[in-house]
C-alpha cells in the first residue's frame, strides 16, 4: 500500500516540470518516523523510482522535460508526438524505464559485494576522467557543427563557475549578486533551455502540437511496447550506462541520460540520420539510463553511506531515523532491509509503468489541444518549477535568460545540449582536477582507468575533426579552402557569445592564480573554437555535400552549416517554416512580453493571484477563446497550484511589493500576498 502511495506521488511529481522527486522525498521523510523500515523505504523509493517514469510525458507532448533527467528525451520524444506518434512514444518511454529500472535493481541486488572493492578503487582521478568523457560527447551532440558545440560548451562550462570559488573563496562573475555565491541552479537553465522555446515556437505557429494522428492511442502503444523490445540489446546496454555511472558519487543523472543519448547516437544504425527528427531509439536510450540510474546510485549508498545525488542524500538521512547503518551491517544482519529495497525499486517500477500505460491514453490526447489550451497552464507550472532552483527571485531571472537562449539558438540552429551538458560538468571537472593534483601531483595520469577512458574522451573529440577533414578530400583541401568573406545577420550570435566570453576571460584575468587558472584555461579555448567557426562562416567556398533525402548532391555554405541540409544538428527543429520572419520575430516579443508581464504581476500581488488572471488574459487575447472553457479552465489551474504548491509543498513565495507595502493586506491570509 505504501508503495502504491509513493509511486502515484512519484508520477505525479514526474508530470509537473522542475519539481522532481527530490522535493517528494523530502516531503515524505517526517512521515516514516513511526513507520517501520520496510514500509518507510517502500514509501520512498516508490516515489524515487516513479518520479522517472513520469518524466518523459511533459518531455514528449509539450517538448518541456519534467526534470533535468529528461532533457534528452525530448530530442526525440517532442517530434514523434509532432508526428501523431505520441502514444508510440509515451509507451516506448514506459517500457524502456520499466526494464531499465528492473536492471538497475538487479544490479543493486547481486552487485554491492561485488562492487565494493571496485568503489573503493574509485577516486578523485577516475572521477575527473569520467566527466571529461562527459564532455567529449559534446561533439557528438553537436552533430555536425562541432566547432559550435565546443564553443556553446565551453561557455556552459564557465557559467558553471559561476560563484564562490572552492578553492580561494574568490567570488567569480557574481556581479555583486548574493545570488549567485552559490552558483547557477540547474533547474531554471534547463526548462529555460528546453521548455520556454518549445512553447514560444507553438505560440508562433498557433497550432496543435499534433494536428492528425498518424497512430491511434492503442496500436501506438503496441508500436512503442514492440519497439523496445526490438531493440533489447540497446536498453541493455544503456541501462548498465544508468547503473554503472549511477554508482559513481557526484555523476549527476542530469549527465547519464546524455551520455547514453550520445552512445546510442554514435552506435546505433543510422542513428545520425534520423536522432533528432523522431526516432524511437533515443526514446528508449534516454528512459532506460534514467531508471536504471536509482539502483547504481542506491548501491554506494547502502554499503558506503556515500550518497549519489540529492535523493540519495535525504534518503541516507532516512536510515539514520530508522537506527540503520550503511556498510557491512546492511549485508549482513539488516541484509532483509536491503533486499526489500530491491524489490521496493523493481515493484515500483512495474507499478509505475502499468499506472501510466493505465492513462496514457488520456495524455496522448494532450498533444492534440490548440497552444492556448496547454501554454497558460504550463507556463504557470513552470514558473514554479523554476523558482523551486533556490527559491529566490534570480531563479526567475534566469529562467527568462536561458528561455530567450534558447529559443535564439534553436532558430540558428545551435545545439543546445552541449551548452547544459558543460553547465552540469563544469564544477565536477574544476573541483575533481584540483583534488587529483594535489593528491596525487602528475601520477594520476598515469592510473589505468584513467588512461583507457580519457583515451577514450580523446576519440569523442577527434572523431568529428577526421569527419570534417573527410568531407573536403583531405586535411590540405580543408586548410586551403577559402574564399571572399560573407557576413550574415546571424553571424552576430557570434559576435555576441565572443564578445561576453572575452569580457569574463578580462574579468578571470584578475583573480589570483588558483581561482583564475581553469577559467581561463576554458574561455581561451571557447572563444578559439567560437572564432574558427565564425571564420568558416565567413571565408570558406560552399562545398558539394550529399543530401541524405534524396541521395543527390546539394550545396551547403560552409562544413560548419552542413546541418542546415542534412538537419544533424542533434536538437529539435523549429516547426515555423511556414511563418513569415517578420511574423516569427513580432510574434516571438509578444510571448517573451507575456513571460515579463507574469513576472511583474508575480512580483505585485503574488504568483497565486497572477494565476488565473495570466489564464484569462492568455486565452482571451491570442484566441478569444470562450468565456464557458476560460472561466473552468482558470479556475481548475489557481486550485491545482494552491493545493499542490502552497498546502502541500509550503512553498515559501518571495515578498510582494503589496504584501511589503500594505501589512494589512497582507495579514488577510491570502497565499503569495
Given amino acids: 500500500m505504501y508503495l502504491s502511495l509513493g509511486v502515484i506521488m512519484g508520477l505525479i511529481l514526474g508530470i509537473i516540470p522542475g519539481i522532481g522527486g527530490v522535493a517528494g522525498t523530502a516531503l515524505l521523510l517526517p512521515f516514516t518516523f513511526d513507520m517501520d523500515p520496510y514500509s518507510a523505504f517502500a514509501l520512498l523509493l516508490g516515489l524515487g523510482a516513479a518520479t522517472n517514469t513520469g518524466d518523459p510525458i511533459p518531455a514528449v507532448l509539450f517538448g518541456v522535460p519534467g526534470g533535468a533527467a529528461s532533457a534528452a528525451t525530448v530530442l526525440d520524444g517532442f517530434p514523434m508526438a509532432k508526428n501523431g506518434e505520441a502514444g508510440r512514444a509515451l509507451s516506448a518511454s514506459y517500457m524502456s524505464s520499466m526494464l531499465g529500472g528492473l536492471f538497475g535493481a538487479a544490479l543493486l541486488g547481486v552487485s554491492i559485494p561485488l562492487l ?32 559550435r558545440g565546443m564553443t556553446i560548451a565551453c561557455f556552459g562550462i564557465m557559467l558553471a563557475m559561476i560563484g564562490s570559488d572552492p578553492q580561494t573563496g574568490t567570488l567569480r562573475w557574481t556581479m555583486d549578486s548574493l545570488y549567485l555565491w552559490d552558483g547557477l541552479p540547474l533547474v531554471p537553465a534547463t526548462l529555460g533551455l528546453f521548455a520556454l522555446p518549445e512553447l514560444c515556437d507553438l505560440a508562433i505557429a498557433r497550432t496543435a502540437i499534433a494536428g492528425t494522428a498518424k497512430y491511434d492511442i492503442k496500436s501506438g502503444m503496441v508500436a512503442g511496447i514492440k519497439d523496445c523490445f526490438r531493440h533489447w540489446w540497446l536498453i541493455i546496454r544503456c541501462s548498465w550506462i544508468g547503473a554503472g555511472l549511477g554508482a559513481v558519487p557526484g555523476i ?4 547519464v541520460d ?30 532506460a539510463t534514467n531508471n536504471a540510474k536509482e539502483g547504481g546510485s542506491l548501491v554506494t549508498t547502502v554499503a558506503f553511506g556515500v550518497p549519489g545525488g540529492a535523493g540519495m542524500a535525504i534518503l541516507l538521512g532516512a536510515f539514520l531515523i530508522h537506527g540503520l547503518v550503511p556498510g557491512p551491517d546492511m549485508l549482513s544482519k539488516n541484509l532483509s532491509v536491503t533486499y526489500s529495497m530491491v524489490w521496493s525499486i523493481a515493484i515500483a517500477n512495474i507499478v509505475g509503468a502499468g499506472m501510466c500505460y493505465l492513462w496514457s491514453g488520456w495524455f496522448a490526447k494532450l498533444a492534440t489541444l490548440r497552444y492556448t489550451l496547454i501554454c497558460p497552464a504550463v507556463l504557470s507550472v513552470i514558473y514554479i518549477g523554476a523558482f523551486e532552483g533556490s527559491r529566490q527571485w534570480g531563479d526567475l531571472y534566469f529562467l527568462l535568460f536561458f528561455g530567450y537562449l534558447g529559443w535564439i539558438m534553436k532558430q540558428l540552429k545551435w545545439p543546445r545540449p552541449p551548452l547544459i551538458l558543460g553547465l552540469v560538468l563544469g564544477d565536477i571537472i574544476e573541483r575533481y582536477m584540483f583534488i587529483s593534483v594535489e593528491r596525487y601531483g602528475l601520477t594520476w595520469l598515469q592510473r589505468p582507468v584513467v588512461i583507457i577512458v580519457l583515451a577514450m574522451a580523446l576519440l569523442g573529440f577527434v572523431r568529428p575533426v577526421l569527419q570534417d577533414i573527410r568531407s573536403h578530400g583531405g586535411l590540405k583541401n580543408m586548410l586551403t579552402d577559402f574564399g571572399a568573406p560573407t557576413f550574415k545577420l546571424s553571424n552576430l550570435f557570434y559576435v555576441g557569445m565572443l564578445g561576453l566570453m572575452s569580457y569574463m576571460l578580462f574579468q578571470a584575468s584578475r583573480w589570483n592564480f588558483d581561482a583564475k587558472i581553469v577559467p581561463m584555461i576554458i574561455g581561451s579555448a571557447g572563444v578559439a573554437f567560437g572564432l574558427m567557426s565564425l571564420g568558416n562562416q565567413i571565408f570558406r567556398r560552399p562545398v558539394a555535400t550529399k543530401s541524405l533525402t534524396d541521395e543527390a548532391m546539394s550545396t551547403v555554405e560552409t562544413s560548419e552549416t552542413k546541418e542546415l541540409v542534412q538537419k544533424i544538428h542533434m536538437d529539435l527543429e523549429s516547426d515555423t517554416a511556414h511563418v513569415p520572419p517578420k511574423t516569427i520575430a513580432l510574434r516571438s516579443l509578444v510571448f517573451f512580453g507575456w513571460l515579463v508581464g507574469f513576472m511583474a504581476s508575480m512580483a505585485t500581488i503574488g504568483l497565486i493571484p497572477t494565476a488565473p488572471i495570466f489564464v484569462i488574459l492568455f486565452m482571451r487575447l491570442e484566441n478569444k477563446e470562450p468565456w464557458k472553457i476560460v472561466i473552468p479552465y482558470a479556475v481548475c489551474v489557481t486550485a491545482f497550484v494552491y493545493m499542490v504548491f502552497d498546502q502541500l509543498l509550503s512553498i515559501p513565495w518571495p515578498q510582494t511589493v503589496i504584501g511589503s507595502t500594505f501589512p494589512a493586506i497582507k495579514a488577510l491570509g491570502i497565499p503569495s500576498l
Fill in 258 to 287: 546524455w551520455l547514453a543519448y550520445g552512445h546510442a547516437l554514435k552506435t546505433e544504425k543510422g542513428a545520425s540520420q534520423t536522432f533528432g527528427k523522431g526516432d524511437v531509439r533515443g526514446v528508449i536510450a534516454s528512459e
Fill in 252 to 255: 549527476s543523472g542530469s549527465v
Fill in 116 to 147: 565494493r572493492p571496485v568503489m573503493l578503487y574509485i577516486g578523485s582521478p577516475e572521477l575527473l576522467a569520467l566527466a571529461l568523457f562527459g564532455i567529449s560527447m559534446v561533439a557528438v551532440l553537436a552533430g555536425t557543427a562541432p566547432l
